[in-house]
Every structure is written in structure tokens, then in C-alpha cells.
């Protein structure tokens, strides 16, 4: 399983951005993928999830109705797309992805932890500020 992020960089308040993970190594369908992200001197903080047995995508709090996760299994890649920007997203952002086998029959949507994952990017930063 490989995960390579990319598409992270400056951007002012108010606006947009989509991260890209570039990933391979495993059947789409049979993993639940999710993105983390890590703030500047805080810990990792659960972003969303698709797969995890729900049937649908998950959000964070703080960030529904501005960020969503696509994924394309036919190119290899999932997206998080993000709009309306602020200073609290700033962080390096992580795509992660775990077998689902691994929480069947739990309510585990998405988490925030490297060792809740079995496969973790090495992350892009996002900078918001003016």
C-alpha cells in the first residue's frame, strides 16, 4: 500500500484548496479511507472518513459543509476538497486508510490516532493566512 498526498500550500482566508492522495496497493472497496490532519503544535485531529461501514462520508465538526472527500478508485486517488478556508485549518494533512475488516460490527467512523490506521501518508501542509 503506498499514500502520497500532495496539493497542500499558502492560501488566504476565504479560500479553496484540494488535497490529492495518490493511492495504490489495495482493493477500494474492501478498506475505509479518511483524512487526518495535525495543526502546528497540537495533536492529530480526525478530519473524515469514507467506507467505514456506515454507507456514507463522515465529518468532523468543524469542518462540514466546507471540506468533502471524494475518491476515485478507477485513477488511484482520493480528494479532500476544501473551501472557505481559515487559520484553524492550517495543519499537515494526512490521508490514511484501514481495512475494514478491522472494526466490522463497531461504531469506529474515523479516528485521529496512526494506530487506529494500517497505512498513513506522509502528509502536506496546508498554510492558511493573509
Known amino acids: 500500500v503506498q499514500l502520497v498526498e500532495s496539493g497542500g500550500g499558502l492560501v488566504q482566508p476565504g479560500g479553496s484548496l484540494r488535497l490529492s492522495c495518490a493511492a495504490s496497493?489495495?482493493?477500494?472497496?474492501?478498506?475505509?479511507l479518511s483524512w487526518v490532519r495535525q495543526a502546528p503544535g497540537k495533536g492529530p485531529e480526525w478530519v473524515s472518513s469514507f467506507g467505514s461501514g456506515r454507507g456514507s462520508t463522515s465529518y468532523a465538526d468543524p469542518v462540514k459543509g466546507r471540506l468533502t472527500m471524494s475518491a476515485d478508485s478507477t485513477k488511484n486517488e482520493i480528494f479532500l476538497h476544501m473551501n472557505t478556508l481559515t487559520p484553524e485549518d492550517t495543519a499537515v494533512y494526512y490521508c490514511?486508510?484501514?481495512?475494514?475488516?478491522?472494526?466490522?460490527?463497531?461504531?469506529?467512523?474515523?479516528?485521529?490516532?496512526?494506530?487506529?490506521?494500517?497505512?498513513w501518508g506522509q502528509g502536506t501542509l496546508v498554510i492558511v493566512s493573509s
Open positions: 490514511a486508510v484501514v481495512h475494514i475488516g478491522r472494526y466490522h460490527g463497531t461504531d469506529w467512523v474515523g479516528g485521529s490516532q496512526k494506530n487506529e490506521y494500517g497505512y
Open positions: 496497493g489495495f482493493i477500494y472497496s474492501d478498506y475505509a
